[in-house]
């Protein structure tokens, strides 16, 4: 239908909508406003050490990932740049349906690597904020801006509690509602 009919359209059907169209993308703004002060992202990342897998410790998850038992992110990068991503888990239990989604990650910070742009539907890119990176890469944390999700990782399934319980006081300095706070259940046959 022709930009100019569904003006017509809207005009007609719903006067006072066209009164409000020019100020949608300002309601959008103000709707995405956060009081809490923006979170500082990992000094550097060298995308080739961070690639490869990461076993998800705790999260705050999105829909998809409430049930996740066993579940691991898992980074390629790309010759253009992007970032191939793997999520794999089973659902509901260790013996639970597999699941697997494919995001892309595009970094949108190339001096210091840590802020990216995760596409899991084009053209929208979902905040990916790495605010945590040790020295050795093995432990990681990803959040947001608006303190909706966040992920613990590490390089192993297990993590020691310590470093756990020093990731969740800090968590919790930074606004997030611990009460959602999830640890993902992960057993893996042991290697010989």
């Known amino acids: 239908m022709p930009e100019v009919a569904v003006r017509i359209l809207a005009t ?8 409000l169209l020019p100020l949608l ?3 959008f703004l103000v709707g995405c406003a956060s009081p809490l002060p923006r979170l500082q992202t ?10 490869g897998p990461w076993y998800v410790i705790a999260h705050i998850p999105t829909f998809i990932e409430t049930e996740a038992y066993n579940a691991i992110e898992d980074y ?40 990216w742009g995760m596409r ?7 905040e990916y904020l790495i605010t945590h990176l040790d ?9 947001r801006n608006k303190r909706d999700y966040v992920w613990i990782m590490a390089r192993t399934p297990e993590m020691p509690e310590a470093d756990y319980a020093a990731f969740v006081a800090d968590l919790k300095a ?3 509602d611990l009460s959602k706070l999830r ?5 893996w046959p042991a290697k010989t």
């Open 12 to 19: 007609t059907l719903f006067p006072t909508m066209n009164n």
């Open 25 to 27: 993308p300002l309601l």
């Open 42 to 51: 990992a000094e550097k990342v060298d995308l080739p050490r961070f690639m």
């Open 76 to 115: 390629t990068l790309r010759p253009d740049g992007s970032i191939d991503t793997a999520f794999t888990f089973n659902k509901g239990a260790f013996d639970g349906p597999p699941k697997r989604y494919n995001p892309r990650g595009f970094v949108t910070d190339t001096v210091n690597n840590s802020t």
């Open 120 to 126: 899991f539907i084009w053209p929208f890119k979902a």
């Open 135 to 143: 020295s050795a890469y093995t432990q990681t944390v990803i959040g």
């Open 174 to 176: 930074q606004g997030y």
């Open 183 to 187: 640890k993902v259940p992960q057993r």
